[in-house]
T-cell receptor, first 117, second 117 residues
Framework: GAVVSQHPSWVICKSGTSVKIECRSLDFQATTMFWYRQFPKQSLMLMATSNEGSKATYEQGVEKDKFLINHASLTLSTLTVTSAHPEDSSFYIC?????????????FGPGTRLTVL | AQTVTQSQPEMSVQEAETVTLSCTYDTSENNYYLFWYKQPPSRQMILVIRQEAYKQQNATENRFSVNFQKAAKSFSLKISDSQLGDTAMYFCAFMKSGSGNTGKLIFGQGTTLQVKP
């Protein structure tokens, strides 16, 4: 159990377009979902924390108008990269905390590779 | 603010041998969790082991064990009988517990481990 999926697994888009990435908890209800960004051979950088039905909390330095997060249900959160530019090319990973089990374990999705041309 | 430091960017070990990955952290909290995550070439984050700070006993999961030194704020990972499948990037991570727990993980920089045949 505790499987998290992401869609798409990779995406290539043109500069100036918007891209939506979905994160789903497949077999559990997620209290909280987290979005990370990872550059090659570097650590995960937390971008934002989202709770179902409320606004996301963004980390310092992350543009909330550029990285739109919607946590519509207890099993789905979406990250939309608006007006993408080549510098937004990265690996985006989501994770979810399972409802009822406290917040001491996160389950990670497989990640989405975004390439902006 | 909490910080996590992994001072070994890269390490290598011969198959079947033992290797220890270092991690130190800084916090003023008394209650927290510490984690080791593995990220193989597939880039899927996998939980290796978890330690609760209030527990003095070191956590163990099969070939993986930790040396948790709370006073020294050190949390090293020992991998025994290394296998080729252990080749991955390893991240040490910190999470507050109790009332201050937002579920947020703070990651170290990562250590790339290469297991050689």
């Amino acid at each position: 159990g505790a499987v998290v999926s992401q869609h798409p697994s990779w995406v290539i888009c043109k500069s100036g377009t918007s891209v939506k990435i979905e994160c789903r908890s497949l077999d559990f209800q997620a209290t909280t979902m987290f979005w990370y960004r990872q550059f090659p051979k570097q650590s995960l950088m937390l971008m934002a924390t989202s709770n179902e039905g409320s606004k996301a909390t963004y980390e310092q330095g992350v543009e909330k108008d550029k990285f739109l997060i919607n946590h519509a249900s207890l099993t789905l959160s979406t990250l939309t990269v608006t007006s993408a530019h080549p510098e937004d090319s990265s690996f985006y990973i989501c994770s979810a905390s399972r409802r009822g089990s406290g917040r001491n374990e996160q389950f990670f999705g497989p990640g989405t590779r975004l390439t902006v041309l | 603010a909490q910080t996590v430091t992994q001072s070994q960017p890269e390490m290598s070990v011969q198959e079947a041998e033992t290797v220890t990955l270092s991690c130190t952290y800084d916090t003023s909290e008394n209650n927290y969790y510490l984690f080791w995550y593995k990220q193989p070439p597939s880039r899927q984050m996998i939980l290796v082991i978890r330690q609760e700070a209030y527990k003095q006993q070191n956590a163990t999961e099969n070939r993986f064990s930790v040396n948790f030194q709370k006073a020294a704020k050190s949390f090293s990972l020992k991998i025994s009988d290394s296998q080729l499948g252990d080749t991955a990037m390893y991240f040490c991570a910190f999470m507050k517990s109790g009332s201050g727990n937002t579920g947020k993980l703070i990651f170290g920089q990562g250590t790339t481990l290469q297991v050689k045949p």
